[in-house]
């Protein structure tokens, strides 16, 4: 490597599997990366940032590198700078990114070197943040630039954040600058504040560069106490370094605190104003309806998921797509946008022409209508078996699935057959699951629209020959081809997809297109997307979207279907309803209604359990664990709706009108009420991420909140005023609990 490093980008990452090719891609586009480095710093993550850092440096080569660094963003960051080559520093979050048109306005900043630091304006989530609202794009302050550190030090929401910045790395090293791991907050503020100490000029530009994440998980409202502290304490370290500068630097960093203060109280951490005054408001917009939006009035979104294969077992599997897509439908549902559920059946290919061979050589009628998919499955298994000891079984499988596309009736006969024994068995499961779709659509539907997708591929010249085979080459993308015809002339699922798309879009008018498959089908998902964008359809960028989820096992084991080794998904739910019959047997075997409660509860306990981890991360069914009624499950979040209803039925209210605020002002209650509040923008937060599990850790944490609530806080008190106001925060808990289980596509019982 000859060129010299201009940038270094240091990206801290840890569980940042979701969203660090995102942020390292936004980098790429911005930077020519002969002049640039990125240093992602793993930091002790539990999840797979470790393979996607690996990967983004094979696709990108030796300008990215990979370094690891003990936990803490500080640490990350520190062990960054150490490793730095270039001239300049830039710091990005793992879950943010560098927006694409700032590229030329960064380097003829940095190429012209006049100032120290540069700091540029950035969005948070769609909202735009401009830091000067002035004409000119750029000033400079190349005498002494006192009074501008004084204006950034008492505007921490706009200047003194780490992030949106390039710094100097000479002032840096030569000051010593660094971040205190001591710090738990504000590090980056204490970081910007030592460096502006050393600078004599400094850029503010209009330009957005940054786009910031909003991350409601980790909002500063969780544990109130210990985040007060923790900014006292950050306070305190900084003051202390502020009192060596001169007097104008110390007044204007009173009103840095003051103002940090103030940030930290409107965002939950604490409220200095009366808690009344904070349950009076809570209270006054928490209702029947809370949670429900408007966001999405007027757009569509449409939802690919579950999408079997026609002809074999709906295995354990199939589960997670099928539950993350409901659980979407649901989240979109709740922000007002208008969704088609599809269920893209696998209804069409190859493997029906080997099929057809392996009835017609080893099945027969009775068997397949007497055992239905388990006989399909046999002989498919056999088929395979036999075929790699006979080439030529291969050769008949293709000759019949070309008389499938060509209509031969026997074909299509036989094939029509054995989707409708399937059908059987996928809607008896989707009927254990509490769900259906508005369209069951498969691969087949489209197989008559494939051709008009092929011609206008041809007619912009896209379409290559190659081996006799069509192909669209992406070379040029760091990608394989998209292979769209076979050298037989048959159409391949690429070319269904690409057709399922064009239909979609004209029939629906979708904004989204959601695609919920495993995450070996990012490549074929990127082809095709590719393709529509290179077809001259730009909205394919931003409304295609592929939903990735990791790999599922039971203790442990992975799940094959061609093999033969698999564990059906009807077996699952029905094992895990009748673990939880038991349970109900042994703890309360005088339970009105068990059977309808075994099936909420056992059911339930298999979606939570899917959706309560990352989707992008692999999921084991381990009974013990996914039917404690103790742990992080969902029996626990149901239970804690049940004894929510029992506490309402107990004291014979139901509905509670206004109350008296302060007499629920104490600890668990103020604590309770600020998770319920958080439910809108939780919702939000699911729907921008795709994240299921953004939803499961919150209503955890309110089912956590309530059960704290409940042991501190008798409700059937004498005092009728008192009684009230405590069952009027019980009756809310309960619906937030019930409609964030609803999201999950999960039931619940009023008893257990």
């Not at 094939?415 to 996928?426: A, G, N, R, T």
């Amino acid at each position: 490597m000859n060129e010299k490093i201009l940038i270094s980008y240091i990206i801290p990452a840890y569980n940042a599997a979701d969203t660090l090719e995102r942020a390292v891609e936004s980098i790429t586009h911005t930077c020519n990366m002969e002049k640039c480095e990125i240093l992602i710093v793993e930091n002790g993550s539990t999840d797979y940032t470790n393979s996607v850092a690996l990967k983004l440096i094979q696709k990108y080569g030796e300008n990215v590198k990979l370094i690891h660094s003990e936990k803490g963003v500080s640490r990350a960051r520190n062990e960054g700078l150490k490793n730095a080559r270039g001239e300049w520093i830039v710091f990005v979050d793992a879950d943010d990114y560098i927006v694409s048109k700032s590229k030329k306005y960064i380097y003829e900043d940095i190429l012209n070197a006049k100032a120290d630091l540069y700091v540029y304006s950035y969005e948070i989530g769609n909202r735009a943040n401009y830091i000067n609202n002035k004409e000119e794009k750029t000033y400079y302050f190349n005498d002494s630039a006192e009074k501008m550190k004084l204006e950034m030090i008492a505007n921490p929401t706009k200047f003194m954040q780490v992030w949106g910045k390039i710094f100097r790395k000479s002032i840096i090293y030569e000051n010593r600058i660094g971040f205190n791991t001591k710090m738990q907050l504000s590090e980056d503020s204490d970081f910007t504040l030592h460096y502006l100490m050393h600078c004599s000029r400094i850029s503010i530009s209009d330009t957005i560069f940054y786009h910031y994440s909003i991350d409601n998980e980790s909002t500063m409202r969780s544990n109130a106490d210990k985040k007060v502290l923790q900014y006292i304490e950050a306070m305190n370290i900084t003051s202390k370094y502020i009192k060596k500068q001169h007097e104008n630097v110390q007044l204007a960093f009173n009103d840095y605190i003051l103002m940090h203060l103030n940030i930290a109280c409107v965002r939950g951490i604490f409220c200095v104003n009366n808690k009344e005054n904070y349950v009076k408001e809570v209270l006054a917009k928490v209702n029947d309806t809370y949670g429900t939006q408007e966001i999405g009035k007027g757009k569509t979104v449409c939802i690919d998921y579950s999408s079997p294969n026609i002809a074999k077992n709906f295995h354990v599997g199939h589960l997670r797509t099928t539950i993350i897509g409901n659980s979407l439908y649901h989240i979109f549902d709740k922000l007002g946008y208008h969704v088609e559920r599809i269920n893209h059946l696998g209804d069409w290919g190859t493997q029906f022409g080997k099929l057809i061979v392996a009835y017609k050589k080893w099945g027969s009628k009775e068997a397949v209508e007497e055992k239905g998919i388990p006989e399909l499955l046999r002989i498919y298994v056999k088929f395979h078996e036999e075929a790699e000891k006979d080439d030529t079984l291969n050769d008949q499988a293709r000759e019949w699935f070309a008389k499938m596309e060509k209509g031969d009736e026997e074909a299509l006969s036989i094939w029509e057959w054995f989707k409708d024994i399937s059908m059987v068995e996928y809607k008896r499961i989707y009927k254990m699951l509490n769900m259906d779709f508005d369209h069951y659509t498969g691969e087949s539907f489209y197989r008559d629209k494939t051709a008009a997708v092929v011609e206008e591929l041809k007619e912009k010249n896209l379409l290559k020959e190659s081996e006799g085979a069509m192909i669209v080459d992406l070379d040029e993308y760091d990608m394989a081809p998209c292979l769209v015809m076979k050298k037989d002339g048959s159409s391949i699922y690429a070319t269904r997809d690409l057709a399922a798309i064009f239909y979609r879009k004209k029939e629906y008018n979708f904004d989204k297109c959601i695609y919920v498959t495993g995450l070996e089908q990012k490549l074929h998902f990127a082809q095709v997307f590719k393709v529509v964008e290179l077809m001259g359809y730009e909205w394919a960028k931003e409304n295609l979207i592929h939903v990735p989820y990791g790999l599922v096992s039971l203790e442990g084991g992975k799940l094959s279907t061609r093999s033969g080794n698999i564990v059906y998904a009807e077996d699952i739910l029905k094992e895990s309803v009748s673990k939880i019959r038991e349970i109900i047997a042994e703890k309360n075997p005088d339970l009105k209604d068990k059977e309808d409660v075994a099936q909420k509860v056992g059911i339930g306990a298999i979606i939570f359990n899917d959706l309560y981890n990352q989707r992008i991360k692999d999921v084991t069914f381990t009974w013990e664990k996914i039917h404690s009624f103790d742990g992080e499950t969902g029996p626990y979040v149901q239970y804690t709706y049940a004894r929510a209803a029992s506490v309402l039925r107990k004291t014979g209210i139901t509905e509670v009108g206004d109350i008296d605020a302060s007499l629920v002002t104490d600890e668990t209650s103020v604590a309770l009420l600020k998770e319920i509040e958080r439910f809108p923008e939780v919702i939000k937060v699911a729907a921008d991420r795709l994240e299921p599990s953004v939803v499961s850790r919150y209503v955890m944490g309110v089912a956590q909140s309530f059960n704290r609530f409940y042991h501190e806080n008798q409700c059937n008190v004498e005092d009728q005023k008192l009684k009230e106001a405590r069952v009027k925060i019980v009756i809310l808990a309960k619906q937030v609990i019930k409609d964030a289980l609803e999201l999950l596509g999960i039931q619940c019982p009023e008893q257990m």
